[in-house]
C-alpha cells in the first residue's frame, strides 16, 4: 500500500563520512517527516516539512540537517557521521490535517557507523 | 504536554490466546487515537484509529475503543497469531501538534 521509499536499507560506514539518506513518496503528500528510532524501539522526531522549501526541528535535537525541493522528496544528511548517529532512520509522509492525518511511512534506513 | 503510555513488553503469548496492550494518554484538548504496527523489518503502518469518544476502531480482528473518561485506548485481540508478531505503538494527534506522539512501543510475540 505505501509508496514511500527509503534508501538505502543498510549502510555501515566510517567516522566523519558524509552521508545523505534518501526518502521519495509519490503521493503527493504535502508533509514529510523523519524520525530516530532507538534500540528500545521508542521514536523521535528530528525534522519534519509541511511543503517545499519549509523544513523545521522535531522533538529531538540532531545533527542532520534535510532539505525539501521537491514534493516527492525528503533527504537526510549527516555531514560527519559520528557513532552516536547508529540508528534507525523512518520517513514518513502524511495525507491529511491534524488530529485524523495517517501516516505512511517507508521501510527505514538502518545506519551503522563504526 | 501530551504524552503516551504504553505497558511495557515483551508480551509472549500462545497461539489462539487473548490479547490486551494497555495504552493511557494525556492531552490538552481533543485527541484522536491510532494503533500503528511495525513488523520485522519494516515500516510502521496503521492498524486502526478513532477520532472521538466512544468510537471503536477495528482492522484484522484488532479493536480498541477511545474512553475518554479513563484516557484509554486498549488493543484487544480475541485470539492471536504468529503473524501477529510484531511491534504496537500507541499514537496520538491533537490540534496544534506538529506531528504524531507515539508511545514507547510493545512488542508481541505469539509461539505455535
Known amino acids: 500500500e505505501a509508496d514511500i521509499y527509503q534508501t538505502p536499507r543498510y549502510l555501515v560506514i566510517g567516522t566523519g563520512k558524509k552521508i545523505t539518506l534518501e526518502c521519495s513518496q509519490t503521493?503527493?503528500?504535502?508533509?514529510m517527516y523523519w524520525y530516530q528510532q532507538d534500540p528500545g524501539m521508542e521514536l523521535h522526531l528530528i525534522h519534519y516539512?509541511?511543503?517545499?522549501?519549509?523544513?523545521e526541528k522535531g522533538d529531538l535535537s540532531s545533527e542532520s540537517t534535510v532539505s525539501r525541493i521537491r514534493t516527492e522528496h525528503f533527504p537526510l544528511t549527516l555531514e560527519s557521521a559520528r557513532p552516536s548517529h547508529t540508528s534507525q532512520y523512518l520517513c514518513?509522509?502524511?495525507?491529511?490535517?491534524?488530529?485524523?492525518?495517517?501516516?505512511?511511512f517507508g521501510s527505514g534506513t538502518q545506519l551503522s557507523v563504526l | 504536554g501530551d504524552s503516551v503510555t504504553q505497558m511495557e513488553g515483551p508480551v509472549t503469548l500462545s497461539e489462539e490466546a487473548f490479547l490486551t496492550i494497555n495504552c493511557t494518554y494525556t492531552?490538552?484538548?481533543?485527541?484522536?487515537l491510532f494503533w500503528y504496527v511495525q513488523y520485522p523489518g519494516e515500516g510502521l503502518q496503521l492498524l486502526l484509529k478513532a477520532t472521538k469518544a466512544d468510537d471503536k476502531g477495528s482492522n484484522k480482528g484488532f479493536e480498541a475503543t477511545y474512553r475518554k473518561e479513563t484516557t484509554s485506548f486498549h488493543l484487544e485481540k480475541g485470539s492471536v497469531q504468529v503473524s501477529d508478531s510484531a511491534v504496537y505503538f500507541c499514537a496520538l494527534s491533537d490540534w496544534g501538534r506538529r506531528a504524531l506522539t507515539f508511545g514507547s512501543g510493545t512488542r508481541l510475540q505469539v509461539q505455535p
Open positions: 516539512s509541511y511543503g517545499v522549501n519549509s523544513t
Open positions: 492531552a490538552t484538548g481533543y485527541p484522536s
Open positions: 514518513a509522509s502524511s495525507d491529511g490535517s491534524v488530529p485524523n492525518e495517517k501516516l505512511f
Open positions: 503521493m503527493g503528500h504535502d508533509k
